[in-house]
Nanobody, 117 residues
Framework: QAQLVESGGGLVQPGGSLRLSCSAS????????MSWYRQAPGKERELVAS?????????EYSDSVKGRFTISRDNAKDMVYLEMNKLRPEDTAVYYC?????????WGQGTPVTVSS
């Protein structure tokens, strides 16, 4: 059973930056398609950014974060990151790490991000 653990969330002022990290264990990490999702209060979970396995490296972003967020992965460390810049109050949500490989689909417990002055 794979385990994903997110970290790096917190309170930040509008315009600020945060870097989220997701550590994966008990998986052949390089095979997995990794994504970041978020869920704001009262809203459905939405895809923020994704990066394919080590052999693809195709990266996609939602329109709402394009140009402000950057997803990256370190296959040697089994880590995926989300660099978030120019944060806005509407980015406030719990951010979740997701790993997919075929029918295998794993989620972390989430890390909260609050953007407020």
């Amino acid at each position: 059973q794979a385990q994903l653990v997110e970290s790096g969330g917190g309170l930040v002022q509008p315009g600020g930056s945060l870097r989220l990290s997701c550590s994966a264990s008990d998986v052949t990490f390089s095979l997995y398609h990794m994504s970041w999702y978020r869920q704001a209060p009262g809203k459905e979970r939405e895809l923020v950014a994704s990066i394919t396995d080590a052999f693809g490296d195709k990266i996609e972003y939602s329109d709402s974060v394009k140009g402000r967020f950057t997803i990256s992965r370190d296959n040697a460390k089994d880590m995926v990151y989300l660099e978030m810049n120019k944060l806005r109050p509407e980015d406030t949500a719990v951010y979740y790490c997701n790993a997919k490989f075929g029918a295998l689909d794993y989620w972390g417990q989430g890390t909260p991000v609050t953007v407020s002055s």
